[in-house]
């Protein structure tokens, strides 16, 4: 034991490194406890709020419906005949032809 502290104390390049490995670990000791401090502290600002889930209501019967047939529709449709090299451009409301 004797024989290290001599060595400590003898050398100024060991002695400036043990110097500085305590200051090392002295520095992160502080520097986790203020860590967990400050997390502690943040965790006490915080609040959690919990939400409440609403009871499902049942949905309402409806007594309605609606039938469409597709022979009640009144666009005709057909072939575009191929005397015609242009393009018919159709009136997507209207089913009418837009270009002439």
Do not use: W
């Not at 992160?28 to 609403?54: P, Y």
């Not at 309402?60 to 090299?85: F, K, P």
């Not at 018919?88 to 209207?94: A, E, I, M, S």
């Amino acid at each position: 034991m004797r024989s290290h502290l001599a060595t400590l104390f003898g050398h100024s390049s060991t002695r400036d490194y043990a110097v500085a490995g305590i200051v090392l670990v002295v520095l992160s000791v502080v520097g986790v406890q203020s860590f967990m401090s400050f997390v502690d502290s943040l965790r006490q600002n915080v609040r959690v709020e919990t939400a409440q889930i609403q009871q499902r209501t049942e949905p309402v019967t409806r007594s309605y419906s609606v039938v469409r047939s597709v022979l009640d529709d009144t666009v005709a449709t057909g072939s575009i005949g191929i005397q015609s090299n242009r393009p018919v451009v159709l009136d997507p409301c209207t089913g009418q032809v837009k270009s002439k």
